[in-house]
């Protein structure tokens, strides 16, 4: 089946400092739509994106979606702790089915 | 309305045992989602359901594994017998379904809080 890989798997930075996340598929992805699970906790959906190139922005995070529909980005300027967590990418399958990537577990210390 | 919900939220049991975990999704929702997390293997998608009818059990391990919707606001997960391996947390999410007329948007999943699954 579909794989999406994410990369990369973590990472580690002062409060502040930005961070990105990149998810990647070899086939194009329907539809993207991306999760944030914080420690002990359940993903949470954030966004989800549909036009080939689009981009949406929620407060310092900014989500876009590539051009040949095959990869996608978050990126978040002046991380906080608040935003310590693992980030999932899930692409939109068949009927809403969703095929979850592997997740970037993001830790931000001060 | 509470969101999903899933009991128990810890089980603790021994191989062999029969598992059963439950879900109540959120009132209205057609699809019901259960899926398995662990560090080896990410988040997997176990079975779907759309208005209380399978529609895929791919992702169903073996046939240890057996769900459940007998109606709209309930779900079970059964695993019979359980071994170690099958250590993991459960959870289940629920989905109002597609939404959009021309452009395929499908709509966000709410996940339920999870069971925490050991088996010894």
């Known amino acids: 089946g579909q794989q999406v890989m994410q990369i990369p798997q973590y990472q580690h930075v002062q409060e502040g400092e930005d961070f990105t996340t990149y998810c990647n598929s070899s086939t194009t992805l329907s539809n993207i739509q991306w999760y944030k699970q914080r420690p002990g906790g359940h993903p949470v959906f954030l966004i989800q994106?549909?036009?080939?190139?689009e981009v949406k922005k929620q407060k310092r995070l900014t989500f876009q979606f590539g051009e040949a529909k095959k990869n996608s980005s978050l990126h978040i300027t002046a991380t906080q702790t608040t935003d310590v967590g693992t980030y999932f990418c899930a692409n939109t399958g068949t009927a809403s089915k969703l095929t979850f990537g592997t997740g970037t577990r993001l830790q931000v210390t001060l | 309305d509470a969101g999903v919900i899933q009991s128990p939220r810890h089980e603790v049991t021994e191989m062999g045992q029969e598992v059963t975990l439950r879900c109540k999704p959120i009132?209205?929702?057609?699809?019901l989602f259960w899926y398995r997390q662990t560090m080896m293997r990410g988040l997997e998608l176990l079975i779907y359901?759309?208005?209380?009818?399978?529609?895929?059990d791919s992702g169903m391990p073996e046939d240890r594994f057996s769900a459940k919707m007998p109606n709209a606001s309930f779900s079970t997960l059964k695993i019979q017998p359980s071994e170690p391996r099958d250590s993991a947390v459960y959870f289940c999410a629920s989905s109002p379904g597609l939404a959009g007329e021309f452009v395929p948007s499908y709509n966000e999943q709410f996940f339920g809080p999870g069971t925490r699954l050991t088996v010894l």
């Open positions: 994106l549909v036009k080939s190139g």
């Open positions: 009132s209205g929702h057609d699809y």
């Open positions: 359901f759309n208005n209380n009818v399978p529609i895929d």
